[in-house]
């Protein structure tokens, strides 16, 4: 399962927004913002999606309407117990 949180664009966003971090507050930044994503985990919808599915769906639910245009979903739930760091 793929993380919540693109650290690559953390890192990007923080240098682009405050350009005046050192290499080392940045990376920490990542760190921090990082471990905060993950209280969360993927849910996987292989499968799952589709199984009810009626004609009317789209009109009444955005997810639905996202499968129904093509869209990429991914679905997180918050986990009972936050991860060791």
Known sequence: ME???D???IGDALLKALPFLTHQERDRAI???SAAGGVFEEVALEGRLG???????PDICIVAEKVTEGKKLRVFTE?????AA
């Not at 986990?79 to 991860?83: D, H, L, S, V």
């Open 3 to 5: 993380t919540i949180l």
């Open 31 to 33: 760190a921090a913002l």
């Open 7 to 9: 650290e690559k664009k």
């Open 51 to 57: 199984m009810n599915y009626s004609v009317s769906c």
């Open 79 to 83: 986990r009972k117990e936050t991860p």
